[in-house]
């Protein structure tokens, strides 16, 4: 498969994982506001903290009013984290790579484009009730997982799209345990009041964890909802999950079969989903639950830029031209 | 719906003989029309244009800072073609073909029929689609040209004439294909009971074509593309997926000890044959031009060594030269030693005195046209325009002939078209393929492209034109 191919293939599940996850996180903090007390606001600066984008979302907002905070999360083409510009690049990319797709995707792809352009054309931040909007565009995205999961061959390409998704998963569950634990914290005082558990059962409900959590540990304590969502090993948005899959992935496009690494990014992801495995959640909140996530991020972004170096990196041969010429 | 009042005054219509009359091949096609409700069949146009959106059939235009993209309207009305008319088509253009090949293989080779005087050796060298590093080639197979679009028209008393040869990297042949699953939705009864010949295996004999460059078993095929950002991008796209090939651009490839590789996450993989839908000069910065970022460094070398093929062969461009043109029917003779089977157009070269002379006496009859350039650009339609522009052309003229050729203004063909909420007729012209491998295939089917404003001439997609699907029937 050509290294610029896979580049893509590995951006198109980030890209679509991204579009899913924000399309679910502006759905359940859309339900939250409507459950929340009058006298108190709407969070949707946690949300923005999440995505990573705080600072240039302040130079174009001076508050956290919602239908800014929508716009800027769903329809801003300058935000490229954004729900369209994510859309506008998967579907760039889904045209260069449609060898590796085929016209059932691409179709579905372009035709959530156009749905999400309609939905930029009719100002759906301004609705009393965006939801449907959101729940569709996560539908569409889960109806393409639908369409590769029986259509696409396990060749090369679809290891490295899986590899992406799940590496983008991992960034956003941790990010957004992150922001919401800092954000709860000063109010452990209160715990069991009716607004914490509103706010804890929303961060549950945004990796849609919410009825599995219930079921395993029965009752909302925080260091229940911090090991569920780090170390859980069935739970599909764990950071432990996603990350183990992501392994196999890496394994596969590597080839290696018998355990152990042949390159770097292997090593390093073998290394830090075996500190998951055998790590302990109150030892975790012990030494700080923000520094132990800064960690597995820093981490994240190494294996990244080592799966890039390993795979997708091409010779410039630019470059070569020039030193044939001295 | 009905089509009268129809009018075809003056010109000649591919549907109807008269105002009244229906020629016989359409007969059917026009019965099934006139079942339909005028709401049924507008409902029918309105889903072309969804259809190709859904399909992503768009190109991005040239100079449109928004970036928008666009889709050719595809009129559901198609152009019906006859057994007996497809037969000349079909053994005149592998005619032309043919001789087109020897002569660029001449001109490369020692130029016999340049020192001949059957073309002026200067005519040749001078024009800008003459690529020197070229000569001594032989290219795999002896092949030159590939794949060819050529454009033709139907003048007034339907005969057909070529009016240009695009022998470089033709567009179009995808609308050729989807325009036609499109109407298989729209009429899927009518097209076998008509006996429509089908275009659907264009892409295995592409790839046929393209396999028999090499002499390797299993040749490595690839479609070597400028990028998303070409306007025909949609297209480069997909042929590649029709045929089960790799799309690459320039930085995917990589020349070592002049063989071509493309980088793949396991390294670096042999390619055989490039379909290259990039330009000569823009291939190969350290032959042609340096600026270029598109392609890649060394390919050329690569070609000349006969490492790499190369479809079409670099240089072709010069036998499709607006001037060269004016020749073809004394190459057609001289190599073949027959009468081109279709006509020219007429053509005046104003690098001539004589034909200088009659062009600026006569420019309000004529169509002007820059001899380098495409797509409708850099052309005066005489009867069109006004007296300051025939002046501005005039003085252009004057100052660079040889940049310049004339023709008398054809009255192309027309063609039923949907206009608003009526059949009005529409003017067209007619883009068959053809592919050169081991012998000349012309494909049954083409793309018509139609000047969708009335009485407009111009049918390049860039200015206003559309497209309809081109029914060639066995009989």
């Not at chain 1, 979302?57 to 800014?68: A, E, L, P, V």
């Not at chain 1, 042949?262 to 998951?276: F, I, P, Q, R, T």
Request: some cysteine; overall charge neutral.
């Amino acid at each position: 498969m050509l290294s610029t191919v896979a580049d893509s293939l590995y951006w198109l599940g980030r890209y679509l994982e991204r579009v899913e996850n924000y399309a679910r996180f502006i759905d359940v903090n859309f339900n939250l506001s409507l459950d929340l007390p009058p006298d108190v606001q709407e969070q949707w600066m946690p949300l923005i903290a999440t995505t990573g984008d705080i600072e240039s979302y302040h130079k174009k907002n001076n508050n956290f009013d919602r239908q800014n905070a929508m716009y800027f999360l769903a329809f801003d083409e300058e935000n490229s984290n954004s729900i369209i510009s994510c859309i506008k690049a998967s579907r760039e990319i889904a045209r260069t790579v449609r060898g590796s797709l085929n016209k059932e995707i691409w179709e579905k792809l372009n035709e959530t484009y156009y749905f999400v352009l309609k939905g930029k054309k009719q100002k759906i931040w301004t609705r009393e009730d965006p939801r449907e909007f959101f729940k569709q565009v996560k539908l569409d995205i889960q109806l393409l997982y639908g369409i590769s999961e029986d259509s696409i061959s396990r060749g090369q390409g679809w290891y490295f799209s899986k590899l992406g998704q799940y590496i983008e998963r991992a960034d956003k569950t941790s990010r957004i345990l992150d922001v919401k634990y800092h954000l709860l914290l000063p109010s452990l005082d209160d715990v069991g009041s009716p607004i914490d558990y509103l706010q804890w059962t929303a961060l549950l409900k945004s990796v849609t964890g919410f009825e599995l959590y219930c079921r395993e540990y029965g009752t909302i304590e925080i260091s229940g909802v911090v090991e569920f969502l780090t170390l859980n090993k069935q739970f599909p948005r764990s950071i432990l999950f996603s990350l183990k899959e992501a392994q196999k992935c890496l394994s596969v496009v590597s080839g290696t079969t018998d355990g152990g690494y042949s390159n770097k990014a292997e090593k390093e992801l073998g290394s830090l989903v075996s500190d998951l495995q055998y790590a302990d959640v109150s030892e975790i909140i012990k030494s700080g639950l923000h520094e132990y996530i800064d960690g597995i991020q820093i981490k994240l972004v190494q294996i990244s830029d080592e799966v890039y170096d390993h795979f997708f990196k091409i010779k410039p041969n630019f470059i070569e031209q020039k030193t044939q010429e001295q | 719906m009905k089509f009268q009042p129809y009018v075809t005054e003056h010109i000649y219509d591919e549907m109807f003989e008269s105002n009244e009359k229906c020629r016989s091949h359409y007969a059917m096609f026009k019965e099934k029309i006139e079942d339909l409700s005028t709401r049924k069949l507008m409902q029918l146009q309105h889903s072309t244009d969804k259809a190709q959106r859904a399909i992503g059939m768009t190109f991005n235009v040239y100079h449109d800072k928004k970036g928008k993209e666009k889709i050719l309207p595809l009129d559901i009305i198609p152009r019906v073609i006859n057994g007996k008319d497809w037969e000349v088509i079909e053994k005149g253009l592998a005619q032309r073909i043919e001789a087109l090949n020897l002569f660029l293989q001449d001109i490369y080779n020692g130029g016999k029929i340049l020192k001949d005087k059957i073309v002026p050796e200067e005519l040749v060298l001078s024009s800008q689609d003459y690529l020197d590093p070229c000569s001594g080639i032989t290219p795999p197979k002896g092949r030159w040209c590939h794949i060819i679009g050529t454009d033709l028209v139907r003048d007034g008393k339907g005969h057909f004439y070529v009016l240009e040869d695009n022998l470089r990297c033709p567009s179009g042949v995808s609308y050729m294909l989807e325009n036609r699953e499109i109407l298989k939705r729209a009429f899927p009864q009518l097209l076998s009971s008509m006996g429509v010949r089908p275009v659907s295996d264009y892409p295995i004999k592409l790839l046929n074509m393209l396999q028999y460059m090499s002499d390797k078993a299993k040749p490595t095929v690839v479609v070597l593309t400028p990028g998303v950002f070409n306007s025909a991008y949609f297209e480069h796209s997909y042929l590649a997926n029709e045929m089960g090939v790799t799309l690459v651009t320039g930085q995917d490839l990589i020349v070592e000890n002049d063989f071509v590789f493309m980088q793949t996450t396991k390294g670096l993989k042999q390619v055989d044959v490039i379909y290259r839908r990039i330009d000569d000069k823009f291939m190969d910065p350290m032959t042609f031009r340096k600026d270029s970022l598109l392609g890649t460094p060394g390919l050329f070398r690569a070609f000349k060594k006969g490492n790499v093929a190369l479809a079409n062969a670099p240089g072709t461009g010069v036998a499709d030269d607006k001037a060269v043109y004016a020749y073809v029917p004394r190459i057609i003779k001289y190599y073949l030693g027959e009468d081109p089977i279709i006509e020219n157009v007429p053509t005046y070269l104003c690098r001539e005195e004589k034909d200088k002379k009659y062009v600026l006496e006569n420019i309000g009859n004529l169509v002007v046209k820059e001899t380098n350039a495409a797509g409708g650009y850099g052309m005066l339609i005489g009867p069109k325009t006004t007296k300051s522009e025939h002046e501005k052309f005039k003085k252009l003229i004057s100052s660079n002939p040889s940049n310049y050729i004339a023709q008398p203004t054809l009255s192309l063909s027309t063609v039923p078209t949907i206009s608003k909420s009526k059949i009005d007729g529409r003017h067209v012209d007619l883009r068959p393929y053809v592919l050169y491998g081991e012998k000349v295939e012309v494909i049954p089917g083409a793309l018509t492209r139609v000047a969708l404003k009335k009485g407009s001439l111009v049918v390049n997609s860039s200015q206003g034109g559309g497209s309809k699907d081109t029914w060639v029937l066995y009989n």
